[in-house]
Structure formats: C-alpha cells, structure tokens
C-alpha cells in the first residue's frame, strides 16, 4: 500500500533513526551522459535548531581530482514560504519545476494557508548549499567545479534515502542525485547462515 506521507512516521526530534550526527549516506549523481558516485556524510544534524551540516564527496567530476569533497549545511523546507529559493540563482519557476519532480510534494504546500507541518510528515525538504572544498588549503577554483549552485533535496524518514537535483543556472538541468543510508546498504545485504 502506497504511503499518503502523513502516516507511519513519529514526530521529529533532534534527529531521525536514519539522519543523524555521524550518519553516511552514499549513492549517485546523474547527469545526461555521466554517472558520479557521490557520498554525504553528516557532521551535525539537529531539528531541535534546524541545523545540518556536513561534506559531500564527488568522484571523477574534475580532471584534476579524483574525488572532490566540500563543506556544505542545509536548509530545511519548514514553512510553504520557504519552498521558494531567496538566496541563490534560482526562479520561482525553476523552484517549482524541481520541487515537483521530487517524492512528496504535493502543490497545495505552496498555500499559505496549507497544513503542511514538516515536523509530521514523512518527507523533509532541503537545500544543500557546499561553500568550499575541504580541506581549506586546497584550491577553491577548478575547471569542472563549482559551489555557486545549490541542490533541492528530500529526505524520506521511512526509507531512509535522499533523493534530489543539482541547480546551477549556468549548469545541466535536473541532475539527479539518490542516496542511502550506508549503514542501511550493510544491512540489507546480510544474511543468515
């Protein structure tokens, strides 16, 4: 039976099961002709504040590195105010046409007077900002990278998965990431002798 996204979930606390401080998740981000393995590892995740942190990896996106990592925080969806990007290069459009193309979103979040309550409700909507490549003594500006784009992101509780898009006006459009939980990958993967 298919989730409505209101049920099966308990309230939000300081963390999930599945997103938590020191959790990892690994998967991929897809653009139309190349597939990069991608990891998220979170350094703090707290509801309680609404604060989420970490660093992405990125392999084989530059010729100069093999893999890529940055420093990147979050910004949780709370509100269907915030579903509109105000800080970067996106349009309400290009706001609306990635947001829908993701599990969960239902239009009617964008009512002011909707119920959504993202604390309730199975899915939570982010933005990713990176900032810069860690460590800090390495080179910021390289051929194939950038951090001027962002990435519309949704976290399913139940699953425990990330799924999302890349947004960089001078990028590809609707580059796709997928991430799982690792510890939850481990797992699945055992079985009993």
């Known amino acids: 039976m298919p989730h409505t996204g209101m049920t099966d979930v308990l309230p939000l606390g300081k963390d999930t099961f599945y997103l938590f401080s020191g959790s990892e998740f690994s998967g991929t981000q897809r653009s139309s002709q190349t597939l990069f393995p991608l990891k998220a590892s ?13 660093v992405l990896e990125i392999q084989n996106l530059t010729p100069q590195l093999e893999k890529l990592q940055t420093f990147f925080d979050v910004e949780v969806v ?16 290009e706001d609306i046409d990635h947001w829908k ?27 990713w900002k990176e900032h810069y490549q860690v460590p800090q003594e390495e080179e910021q500006n390289m051929e194939g990278a950038s951090f ?14 990330f799924e999302g898009f890349y947004f960089h006006d001078a990028s590809e459009r609707f580059q796709r990431i997928h991430l799982e939980n690792k510890a939850l990958k481990r797992y699945s993967n055992f079985e009993m002798l």
């Open 101 to 127: 193309e993701l599990p969960g979103f239902k239009m009617a979040f964008l009512k002011p007077s909707g119920t959504f309550d993202y604390k309730k409700y199975r899915y939570i909507f982010m933005r």
């Open 42 to 54: 979170f350094n703090v995740v707290d509801f309680s504040t609404n604060t989420l942190c970490g």
């Open 148 to 161: 001027e784009g962002f990435y519309y992101v949704c976290f399913d509780r139940i699953e425990g998965t």
């Open 78 to 93: 709370t509100c269907a105010e915030e579903f509109e990007t105000t800080k970067y290069t996106s349009s309400y459009k």
